[in-house]
């Protein structure tokens, strides 16, 4: 069973600060590694999807890595803005199973 | 390209009473999941279909929920008799082809149970 973790659960950074956001899994044959975006009252928002071969994946501002061997996706957001206020949520589909399970997801405030 | 289409958006019901919700997805996934949104909470997998067939419904309390896709498009999620803890959002989500593709959310229906 694929378990998957972001620590922190929330937080709080100045505009301008550079976000780091992290997310763990405990079976690394994964699939991929999918970020995804949630804003309150609203569905999810796909940002980025890693391919289990590759190690990064980069879309404008955002930028995330993947290390399977150790079970780990970092999610990097440069100089934030307030408009990047949300939850961010990551899900690792395990190759067998092929089951989309999400983390419990990193609420971020950017304040001005 | 259309989205994932959900409805209701909202709603409110007694316990004990029954609801649907109905999902449309983008035209030509093969996949389709239902997840249980509580708030404070990443979504929870209740079932995921593959055309029209059940690939994962582990996490679906059959003695009051139950899904299905006719004809492997549109699907629709019941809860019969509903309870205080269904109170949720519900999410509807597609993809191409199974979790090694991308998938796309609907809005997702808030249900609150009095």
């Known amino acids: 069973k694929q378990e998957v973790t972001q620590i922190p659960a929330a937080l709080s950074v100045p505009e301008g600060e550079n976000l780091v956001l992290n997310c763990s899994f405990t079976?690394?044959?994964?699939?991929?590694l999918q970020w995804f975006r949630q804003d309150p009252g609203k569905g999810l928002t796909s940002l980025l999807l890693?391919?289990?071969?590759?190690r990064e994946q980069t879309s404008g501002r955002l930028n995330a890595s993947l290390d399977k061997s150790s079970g780990r996706s970092t999610l990097y957001i440069a100089a934030s803005q307030p408009g990047d206020s949300a939850t961010y949520l990551c899900a690792a589909p395990k190759a067998a199973g092929n089951k989309l399970t999400f983390g419990g997801g990193t609420r971020v405030l950017v304040k001005p | 390209e259309a989205g994932v289409a959900q409805s209701p958006r909202y709603k409110i019901i007694e316990k004990r009473q029954s609801v649907a919700f109905w999902c449309n997805p983008i035209s030509g996934h093969a996949t389709l999941y239902w997840y249980q949104q509580i708030l404070g909470q990443g979504p929870k997998l209740l079932i995921q279909?593959?055309?029209?067939?059940?690939?994962?419904d582990s996490q679906l309390p059959k003695d009051r929920f139950s899904a299905e896709r006719l004809k492997g498009v549109d699907s629709t999620l019941k809860i019969q008799p509903a309870k205080l803890e269904d109170s949720a959002v519900y999410l509807c989500a597609s993809s191409l082809y199974g979790a090694n593709t991308e998938a796309f959310f609907g809005q997702g229906t808030r249900l609150t149970v009095v």
């Open positions: 279909f593959q055309n029209n067939g059940v690939v994962d």
């Open positions: 890693i391919q289990s071969s590759q």
């Open positions: 079976d690394s044959a994964i699939y991929n």
